[in-house]
C-alpha cells in the first residue's frame, strides 16, 4: 500500500513538473524552482538613481552562486563584442548552459554597460579594465535574469506597469454595473493551492514556512507567491517525499 501510494505521487510530481511549461523542458523541477524564487531580502541592494529614487540590484558574486548550485558549474559567459560611446563601455555578453556533456543547452545573449571612471580631474581613466569587468557583470547579470535569475528585481518596472493598468479594471464598474475583473489575482497562487502545499509539508513532519524552505533549499515569499511557483514548490515537495 505504501509503495503504491508512494507511485501515485511520484507521478502526480510528474504531471506537475509537464504543467510547469508548454513543451517539455531541459530543466528539472527543482532547477525551475531554484532559478524562478523571489530574491532573498539579504542578497538585494540599493543604490540612487541617475534619474532619482533608488534602484535595487543583485551582485554578480549572488548570480554565480545561483548559476553554480542550478547547474552545476556547467556553464560559460564570453564576451563577444565590446566598446566605447563616450563616457561609457559596452560589452556583448554570452550565458551558455551545457548538459553532462558539455553541449549547450541554452544561450542567452545581452548587452552590458558601466561608466568610465576617471582621475581626479582629467579625462584619463582610472582603470579601464575595471569598467569593462563592470559591464562583463552586468550583461552576465541581464543574461541571467532572462533565465529567470533575479528576475523579480530586474522585471519590477515591468510588473509595476501591469499593477498600473490593472487598477482600472479594480476600482471602477465595468460599464454592467458589475465589478471589473482583477487581472493580477490570476498570476498569484490561491489558498487552495497554499493549503495543499501545507498538507504535504504536515505529511513530512513539517510545519513551518521555515521548515518548507531549509526542505526544499530556498527562500519562499508566502503572501507574493506566484502560481507557477505554487505549483514548483508542490512538485519538489512530492519528489522529496516520495524520495523520503
Known amino acids: ?3 503504491t501510494k508512494a ?3 511520484a507521478q502526480e510530481a510528474r504531471k506537475i513538473t509537464k504543467k510547469m511549461m508548454l513543451i517539455p523542458g531541459l530543466l528539472k523541477a527543482q532547477q525551475l524552482l531554484f532559478i524562478t524564487q523571489q530574491t532573498p531580502a539579504e542578497h538585494i541592494y540599493h543604490r540612487p538613481g541617475k534619474g532619482g529614487g533608488t534602484w535595487d540590484y543583485v551582485t554578480g558574486v549572488y548570480v554565480k552562486k545561483i548559476l553554480n548550485y542550478t547547474f552545476g558549474w556547467l556553464w560559460d559567459f564570453e564576451i563577444k563584442d565590446k566598446g566605447r560611446e563616450g563616457d561609457l563601455v559596452w560589452v556583448q555578453g554570452r550565458l551558455t ?5 558539455g553541449e549547450a543547452m541554452i544561450v542567452k545573449e545581452q548587452f552590458g554597460r558601466a561608466d568610465v571612471k576617471f582621475k581626479k580631474n582629467t579625462k584619463i581613466p582610472l582603470d579601464y579594465g575595471n569598467d569593462l569587468k563592470a559591464a562583463a557583470t552586468d550583461a552576465l547579470k541581464k543574461c541571467a535574469a532572462e533565465l529567470g535569475i533575479a528576475s523579480d528585481i530586474y522585471g519590477k518596472e515591468e510588473f509595476k506597469e501591469i499593477q498600473r493598468v490593472d487598477k482600472k479594471f479594480i476600482s471602477p464598474e465595468n460599464g454592467n454595473g458589475k465589478p471589473a475583473e482583477n487581472k ?3 498570476l498569484f497562487a490561491s489558498e487552495t493551492e497554499k493549503e495543499r502545499i501545507k ?3 504536515r505529511e513530512m513532519g513539517i510545519n513551518t514556512i521555515g521548515g518548507i524552505e531549509r526542505k526544499i533549499g530556498l527562500t519562499i515569499s508566502w503572501k507574493s507567491m506566484t502560481r507557477t511557483q505554487a505549483t514548483m514548490i508542490l512538485a519538489a515537495l ?5 524520495k523520503k
Open 1 to 3: 500500500m505504501a509503495k
Open 7 to 9: 507511485l501515485v505521487k
Open 97 to 101: 548552459i551545457k548538459n553532462k556533456k
Open 184 to 186: 493580477t489575482e490570476k
Open 199 to 201: 498538507k504535504i509539508a
Open 238 to 242: 512530492l519528489i522529496k517525499q516520495v
